[in-house]
């Protein structure tokens, strides 16, 4: 027998983050992650509030989230990996609001295995074709297509698989209209897992490769591969074709690098480090997370470190050829497992401890005078720029979203004397700790609001009609003024105005109130 749960309250923690056109109109939503459930997030471009359209369960863990857009589209689509051993494309349905099931593709086992694929997925960014692969060894390949109805078609998986191999990312390169290609971060554990002593261990090193998928032959191939000198912990796709000169951005250890294949040169340079900084100066410096926003006439990246410093990176180009790259400090926000970079102008910010946050980008930080590192400034090996964080000055807080991740310590006890246990958490990390009280019961939504021309003593609510049901009611106010506020409903006849004439007079004290009023009721506000 299998059961199927649900909590009363749904998780807070944000585990992946991805924006697009999911409704197929040029409204940007975001949809997130929470580990077992996924969620269709709305900014207000007005207010800057989030809303939430749409939330579903899914009865798994999801390990990985991607959009994408067939070529020539209006629509994204989202591709999900998760501990069920399969592959799952889904399309936004507004006029149902629900995601509907394009394409279920098994492939291995459930649960979240090693060498079952579903870890990563890289897709091309034309849409043509898909790579979803595992910690160790398997990687599959799907075409993505069209049938002659526009529907959206998935081919059978193609192998890519490598033995004795781990992956730690990867993405696909924007190689414009040639062969689909794909970038992975490996590292060939063969030797060192034969070597008792550990001395392959600490020799072995850190390989980018890049898969083609020939699509004339149906096939994958592993075309290049090359040993990298720093330890890498994710990669970045660079726009190809006339928006830019393609590659990849390598974010490592201390250091930024761009590769490309053909005869471009690497171009390294180091991240910059914060002046005076407190914490270990040995320590080593790495991008956690990363965002791209492209538009017809420019690209840059925004990249986040361990630290919570977020840096643009622009790419300086010649005839298709990067010659430098170039880091500014942008701002300081919390650590995130996701960042994206909406076209409508906001920063959404998936925290990976406390709360998320929606930011308006009031400023791209060219025209301040934030000092501006280059991978052209010459410097010593080892050495490193630096910089002095500061408040916002880029981004500007527009909306919150509660987070209770991580719960550190919990405890339940009625120390407000309410009768009702509440449950004390404490929550989040460093400076953004809090202590946060949990309350049973069920949020109130406010529907309307309408202010009143003075205080009220008595409300009463009366029936639409005398059959016992609840349905549509009068809100009544009475206040000290001697005046009657109603809230009106279309429905209302003369019969309604009478009785509650009537009313009124039985409740005033005053006996001149028929001479002093014109109107057998005064209504001042009209509810519809």
């Given at each position: ?162 033995s004795n191999t781990l992956v730690y990312h990867m993405v696909g390169v924007d190689a414009e209209y040639d062969n689909p ?148 400090y942008f701002d300081t926000v919390p650590v995130a497992t996701a960042m994206c970079v909406m076209k409508t102008g906001f ?66 006890a009625d120390l407000a004397g309410e009768d009702t246990p509440q449950l004390y958490m404490l929550c989040g990390r460093g ?98």
């Amino acid at each position: 027998m299998f059961l199927y749960n649900l909590t009363l309250q749904r998780a807070t923690g944000i585990t992946h983050a991805i924006h697009g056109n999911f409704s197929g109109t040029k409204i940007q939503e975001i949809v997130i992650s929470r580990g077992k459930s996924l969620e269709l997030l709305r900014p207000d471009t007005n207010t800057g509030k989030v809303h939430t359209v749409l939330t579903v369960e899914i009865f798994g863990v999801i390990r990985s989230l991607m959009a994408f857009r067939l070529t020539g589209g209006t629509k994204d689509y989202i591709i999900v990996g998760s501990d069920s051993g399969r592959i799952v494309i889904l399309e936004y349905i507004p006029a149902k609001n629900i995601f509907d099931k394009l394409h279920q593709e098994t492939f291995g086992k459930s649960g979240c295995r090693r060498i079952v694929p579903g870890q990563y997925i890289a897709l091309d960014p034309k849409g043509r074709g898909v790579m979803i692969g595992g910690i160790e060894k398997q990687k599959l390949v799907f075409i993505l297509n069209r049938d002659s109805e526009a529907r959206l078609t998935i081919s059978s998986p193609l192998e890519a698989h490598k033995s004795n191999t781990l992956v730690y990312h990867m993405v696909g390169v924007d190689a414009e209209y040639d062969n689909p290609m794909f970038a992975c971060l490996e590292i060939d554990y063969e030797e060192a897992d034969s070597d008792p002593t550990g001395e392959a261990a600490q020799k072995t090193q850190q390989t980018l490769t890049f898969y083609e998928l020939d699509l004339g032959v149906n096939h994958v191939v592993r075309k290049y591969s090359e040993p990298l000198e720093e330890h890498a912990n994710f990669l970045v796709t660079v726009p190809g074709g006339k928006d830019g000169p393609s590659g990849v951005l390598i974010c490592s250890e201390n250091y930024l690098t761009y590769k490309n294949l053909g005869d471009q040169p690497d171009i390294r340079c180091p991240i910059p480090r914060r002046r005076n900084d407190l914490d270990d100066p040995e320590r080593g410096m790495i991008f956690v997370c990363s965002a791209t926003h492209k538009t017809k006439s420019m690209f840059f990246f925004l990249a986040q470190t361990e630290q919570g410093d977020i840096f643009k990176i622009t790419l300086e180009t010649d005839d298709d050829m990067v010659t430098e790259i170039k880091l500014k400090y942008f701002d300081t926000v919390p650590v995130a497992t996701a960042m994206c970079v909406m076209k409508t102008g906001f920063l959404f910010v998936a925290s990976e401890f406390g709360n998320h946050y929606l930011y308006q980008i009031a400023h791209l930080g060219d025209d301040d005078d934030e000092l501006e590192f280059s991978s052209a400034m010459p410097l010593e090996e080892g050495d490193t720029f630096f910089f002095a964080p500061r408040p916002l000055r880029n981004l500007v807080l527009v909306d919150e979203l509660e987070s209770l991740s991580p719960i550190l310590s919990c405890k339940v006890a009625d120390l407000a004397g309410e009768d009702t246990p509440q449950l004390y958490m404490l929550c989040g990390r460093g400076p953004r700790s809090s202590l946060r009280v949990l309350r049973h019961g069920l949020e109130v939504s406010e529907m309307a609001v309408s202010e009143l021309p003075a205080n009220p003593n008595a409300v009463w609510t009366v029936k639409k009609k005398n059959d016992g049901s609840n349905a549509d009611k009068i809100l009544i106010l009475l206040n000290k003024i001697n005046m009657m506020l109603i809230l009106l409903f279309p429905f209302l006849t003369l019969h309604w105005y009478y009785l509650l004439a009537r009313l009124w007079k039985k409740l005033q004290t005053v006996d001149s109130w028929e001479q002093r009023q014109h109107y057998r009721v005064q209504p001042l506000a009209m509810m519809l």
